[in-house]
């Protein structure tokens, strides 16, 4: 589960608390709602452009509608479409945006190791094992990774 290491208290939006606490809450949100497969070539956002998006369009509206609810399960989410009539245009608007961009990186992160696998062979091949030491290797290889991997590297966020 992602939320294991989180306490009960992180778990739970309360936003009276000040900005940083609502970016980490919005960020643990953002990757309970998040779910995504397939290779997929777009523009994605960060994270914390994520956060910082939607904290300032949905903020009011979660505050509202959504306060106390659990982060798993895509509790927000479904919290700001239970209230979808309530909830401001430009929230809605935004939630969809920015969930799918989180989608699309996820879903590049997800594909990186299989769309640079020959490069990952050819140049990274003395490197210790393990995905984030293979990512790692291939996002510092610029200049000789082909342009797919290097698309992919840049998709996930890597670079």
Known sequence: ??????????????????MEKRSRIF????????????????ETISF???????VQACGTDI???CRGVNLADH????????????????CTTTLSEV????????????SVTKICSEDAARVCHDVAPGEANLVNCLARA???VGKKCSQAITDAGWR
């Open 99 to 110: 969930t799918n961009s989180i989608q699309l990186r996820l879903a590049a992160q997800a």
């Open 1 to 18: 589960m992602l939320f294991r290491h989180l306490s009960k208290s992180q778990k739970t939006i309360n936003l009276g608390d000040d």
């Open 27 to 42: 960020s643990c949100a953002l990757l309970a709602m998040s779910l995504a497969a397939g290779v997929v070539r777009a």
């Open 48 to 54: 914390a452009d994520a956060v910082s998006t939607l």
């Open 75 to 90: 509790g927000v989410q479904q919290c700001l479409q239970q209230h979808q009539a309530e909830v401001s245009p430009s």
């Open 142 to 144: 610029t200049e000789v």
């Open 63 to 65: 505050k509202k509608h």
